[in-house]
């Protein structure tokens, strides 16, 4: 997984260009950002409550379908 696919998204998703990734603990949270733990596995994690979720690649998929019509 590109880490820097996760970015754009993030970056489209804060523009208001693509639909959020809420979070899964309560979807009044802000988006979810991108990271990287430290087995260099992707990671999309909530601020306000820590949540994380790894995304697959079907998951993945989509974000890369999506940030690569906006490019």
């Known amino acids: 997984m590109n880490f820097g ?3 754009r998204y993030y970056k489209f998703q804060s523009e208001g260009l693509v639909p959020p990734i809420v979070c899964g603990n309560d ?3 802000l988006g979810l ?3 990287i733990d430290y087995e260099d596995k992707v990671f999309l994690y909530c601020l ?3 949540y ?3 995304p697959g690649s079907d998951f993945y998929g989509k974000i890369k379908e999506l940030t690569g019509k906006l490019e």
Do not use: A, L, R, T
């Open 5 to 7: 696919v996760f970015q």
């Open 27 to 29: 979807d009044g949270h």
């Open 33 to 35: 950002i991108p990271n």
């Open 48 to 50: 306000e409550c820590n």
């Open 52 to 54: 994380k979720k790894y």
